[in-house]
Nanobody, 125 residues
């Protein structure tokens, strides 16, 4: 079993920046691809950004140019740098490793699928 722990959420003003971290209990290479998802109240969970073990990335159109996903294999950690934040970015952000992101990025993977508990990001003045 793999544990994913997100951190870095909080309250940020519009136009501000925030970096989320997702720390895995074992090698992220073994559970890649990794992705960040978000879910706002009354809305479905959506892919924000994904990254494969080879470094290929995918972004939701709504965050392109503002968010950057990256990984540090040595620290077993995936990051989401969020810049120019907007009120509509307010949501619970979840980290995923495995099948769900593999399907979103059209890469092969077994059925193992791991989720973190989520971290709240609120963009408000």
């Amino acid at each position: 079993q793999v544990q994913l722990v997100e951190s870095g959420g909080g309250l940020v003003q519009p136009g501000g920046s925030r970096r989320l971290s997702c720390a895995a209990s074992r090698s992220i290479f073994s559970i890649s691809p990794m992705g960040w998802y978000r879910q706002a109240p009354g809305k479905q969970r959506e892919l924000v950004a994904g990254i494969t073990s080879g470094g290929r990335t995918k972004y939701a159109d709504s965050v392109k140019g503002r968010f950057t996903i990256s990984r540090d294999n040595a620290k077993n950690t995936v990051y989401l740098q969020m810049n120019s934040l907007k009120p509509e970015d307010t949501a619970v952000y979840y980290c995923n490793g495995g099948f769900t992101t593999a399907r979103a990025m059209a890469v092969g993977h077994d059925l193992s699928d791991y989720w973190g508990q989520g971290t709240q990001v609120t963009v408000s003045s």
